[in-house]
């Protein structure tokens, strides 16, 4: 299975919103709930913000949301702050016991 | 706290073998699914294996099925990834995390150990 659509880059000013897409089809992201969102910073491992499309683990501040229409999933994160500037992966449940990833967005903080 | 430490990843040759280990604590090992992820260097994430919590089930991406093989061994809390007639295309650090593909999100990782495939 081919890897969900992620845009290489977003970018936001200090305080503003921005929004990620991660785009598949019926198949995972559109037929299942099972929709994740991971924070990478350089040099470090993947951090769990978002799963079952809009849950936030213990610990992920409020700012970050996550939802999801018909094959596309997204992330928005409110409230921009300099430490949000990272790598953001979705991650989707593929059927036939696979995940499947996406190509990763480059989110800069201006 | 939950922590998974990886270790065994290191410099390989084509077509050699290497079993890659990830110590797990902080949590009840056998309650939990696992999985391995890699990540090629300057490149996303890539999903590699996963296994069931009593060890039953496992997984492994077609790019590494028939090479890879995960387990686990409860007794230890101990994750494996015995890796097979390595490629180029391997290279990648390897990290263990907590979690399956499905109902049970990858909720933590562990640090990564590097596998470099290279004559």
Redesign the interface.
Known sequence: QS?LTQPPSASGSPGQSVTISCTGTSSDVGG?K?V?W?QQHPG?????MI??VSKR?SGVPDRFSGSKSGNTASLTVSGLQAEDEADY?C?S??GS????????TKLTVL | EVQLLESGGGLIQPGGSLRLSCAASGFTFSSFSM?W?RQAPGK????VS?ISGGGGTA?H??SVKGRFTISRDNSKNTLYLQMNSLRAEDTAVY?CAKGG???T????????TLVTVSS
């Open positions: 890897a299942y099972y994740s991971f470090t491992a993947p951090k769990l799963y079952e683990p992966y991650s449940y593929g016991n696979n995940l499947i990833f996406g190509g990763g | 999985s992820v996303g994430l890539e999903w996963a997984y991406a077609d990290y593909v499905s109902t999100p990858l909720d933590c990782w562990g640090q990564g």
